[in-house]
T-cell receptor
């Protein structure tokens, strides 16, 4: 059984650019959630994908968007990057409504 | 109403001590309460979790106490070790269509001194 993997590990972007982060879910899981964790804070829910459809969204603007693929892997896209987007982006996978979410190691995004 | 409040922000105990981390919530629709452990540079790791129909759950040295009427829950770490030094997050989950959405507390940075 493989765990949740994310790529890239680190990323540096300039304000106004666009970025795509990738996540492979744990085998057997069909749901992927994305979270943003600012330094020294708890993760904040961005959105969740279940069977390739957005299943819920937190308080994030539309420039945060995502995709889930038939193999349940997922992408997070952020357009028009702002300095405040600098954070650790975490992907978590789960099975339906089980509640147990398992996190990947995260992607550290720095916007300059 | 979606907030989860966690205290203390930081905690220092001696090896063998029993650190206690507390969380409180408002939304009675929350139905699953996990605790996560996070080491620097790593993603959060699921430690232990409880559902509101249970008042206590133990797994190894970790115990969750849950008080449904007070809308509070806490994590106790028995016989704490220096390797337990990490940031701990409580969370609460609410069903959302086909999945669950986690709301996290602000975290507690625990240091266990040898």
């Amino acid at each position: 059984e493989t765990g949740v993997t994310q790529s890239p590990t680190h990323l540096i972007k300039t304000r106004g650019q666009q970025v795509t982060l990738r996540c492979s879910s744990q085998s057997g899981h069909n749901t992927v959630s994305w979270y943003q964790q600012a330094l020294g804070q708890g993760p904040q829910f961005i959105f969740q994908y279940y069977r390739e459809e957005e299943n819920g969204r937190g308080n994030f603007p539309p420039r945060f968007s995502g995709l889930q693929f038939p193999n349940y892997s997922s992408e997070l896209n952020v357009n028009a990057l702002e300095l405040d987007d600098s954070a650790l982006y975490l992907c978590a996978s789960s099975w339906g409504t089980s509640g147990e979410q398992y996190f990947g190691p995260g992607t550290r995004l720095t916007v300059t | 109403q979606q907030q989860v409040k966690q205290s203390p922000q930081s905690l220092i105990v001696q090896k063998g001590g029993i650190p206690i981390i507390n969380c409180a919530y408002e939304n009675t629709a929350f139905d699953y309460f996990p605790w996560y452990q996070q080491f620097p540079g790593k993603g959060p790791a699921l430690l232990i979790a409880i559902r509101p129909d249970v008042s206590e759950k133990k797994e190894g040295r970790f115990t969750i106490s849950f008080n449904k009427s007070a809308k509070q829950f806490s994590l106790h770490i028995m016989d704490s070790q220096p390797g337990d030094s990490a940031t701990y997050f409580c969370a609460a989950s609410i069903k959302q269509n086909a999945g669950n959405m986690l709301t996290f507390g602000g975290g507690t940075r625990l240091m266990v001194k040898p």
